[in-house]
């Protein structure tokens, strides 16, 4: 069999398939549940990659798309083919493309560093030209192209496996993930932005939160004061698990299958639940203890509820951005698109009711991973590739940098006094009518939903689905230092160890990076530095 791999970098994981090249059939699936940069969300990724090197960042990344390679089943020499679609962060330093033009956002600054923008258009090359690809001899790489260089392929992915270009509705297409890409059509012109809305709706920065993945809570619904919980098995499909009480945990309905968490679409559905029953008040939830106990231990605190707030509110106020540059109000919008694991997963209906979904929309249409899906078609066709350069050159587009932009500012803040300080929803329309902004009101109408797949990967193959808990990436340094070993107690994901030679070893997909660095503000400044670290070779 001649074996390729398509792979989707996203900024909370990687998602891979091992592909027939001649019939195109999909063998087998691998997802991680991590990204192998430090940190959890797209800032991050780039803090680290512009503070200690892009070269350590490629490094991370190109050792943990050979671990998942290896996990496919495949051996070096097997390779034939290899295609990665993902944001234009993940993707340019796969590649080792400098990324300055992406970690800065004004125009000035730019000028100042003489900061020049980068080529991002498709690709082939042969794997031995890239750093730590030269095991695969017999590969060639294909990357799909970027609209513009802040609009990358994977948004490229999502308006046209989404058939968005072919709408005559003001619609919009949004990725629920982290970097929440999204675009809006008005009159066949695109306007795109990506809100960086943080992990918490890939079930990241939640207490009890894990990326989807088998045996995690998936969605909830209150029945008789009770909490029914529906958890993903192990193909990624949603059941109905154990009814709980919410107030304690207690099983008031038996189900075999476990819970080790809670991913996005469970926090969207809690918080959906929770406030329509009124156990969630924003900010808080009245419980005895303050907390919403589900089933098999998990439980939702109330930093949950701010964290899943800040998330929602983000992608609204990306919406209200884009509509406010459109020209256009949020009620024009019609028709809705999601895609990625979380646009897969959550109810549609209650992604509405949250704000999550424009509220005046007749339709929301999910179409799953579109990133993994343009992986996979330009692995098979050298011919898809080509044409997804000439589309990416022919839209007319329009992006909107919502790190400068008024209105996504004005918006976001008032979102955060919603949200998190319990700022009535009537305050949240006065003061955005008061700023000149496009309303928004709360969903009253039912829409219509088009569920175009079950899962985010409708197909894993033969060989079923493997999750990968461990990428496998570490960072390394010699250091010279008292045995106190604080920098191992103040960790909170146990990501450091040291050995009796002063060896130390950072698990890279559990540090949370420039979000953390409490290993560097704990040890003396001339002993535990990063600028110190290197990548260790798999």
Known sequence: MRVGVAVDIGTSGIRAQKVDLDSGEIKKTVITLRNPLPGANIMDHLDFAINYGQDLAHGLHVNAVRKVIEQLGIKPEELERLAICGNPIQLSIFQGIPIDDLAYAGERKKE???????????AILNCSDVPGLEVYPNATLRIPPAIKHEIGADALALIIKSGFLETTDIAIATDY????????IVNGTIYTGSAAAGPALEGQQIAHGKLASPFVISDVEFENGNLRNYVLDEEMNTTKAKLVDPKNGEVVEDHPLKAKGITGTGVIAVVDAGMKNGVIQLPKINTPDHILHLQDKVKFFEQ??????????????????LCKAAGIEVSDIRKAYMSGAAGTYMDAVKAHHV?????NVDEVIQIGNTSLSVAREILLSEDRLWELQDIARKILSNHVMFATDPAFKDAYIQ?????????????????????????????????????????????????????LEQVGTYLTMKVD?????????????????????GVVMIRSDLCDGSNCKRCIRACPPDKFQWKNLKVMEI
């Open 177 to 184: 993930g982290t970097n929440a890409e999204m675009a809006l």
């Open 481 to 501: 230092c008292p045995e106190c070993q604080k920098c191992i107690k103040v960790c909170p994901t146990d990501a450091i160890s040291i050995d009796d030679e």
């Open 304 to 321: 949950d509820v701010s964290e899943a707030g800040l998330a929602m509110g983000a992608l609204r106020a990306g919406h209200l951005a």
């Open 355 to 359: 704000g999550m979904v424009p509220f």
């Open 112 to 122: 100042k560093l003489n900061i020049k923008e980068q080529k991002r258009d498709a």
């Open 415 to 467: 979102e955060i006094s919603y949200w998190t300080e319990g700022m009535p929803f009537k305050m949240l329309q006065k003061i955005l009518k008061k700023k000149g902004l496009p309303i928004i009101e709360e969903a009253s109408k039912t829409v219509k939903v088009d569920r175009r797949v079950q899962r985010d990967i409708p197909v894993l193959g033969e060989e079923g689905l493997e999750v």
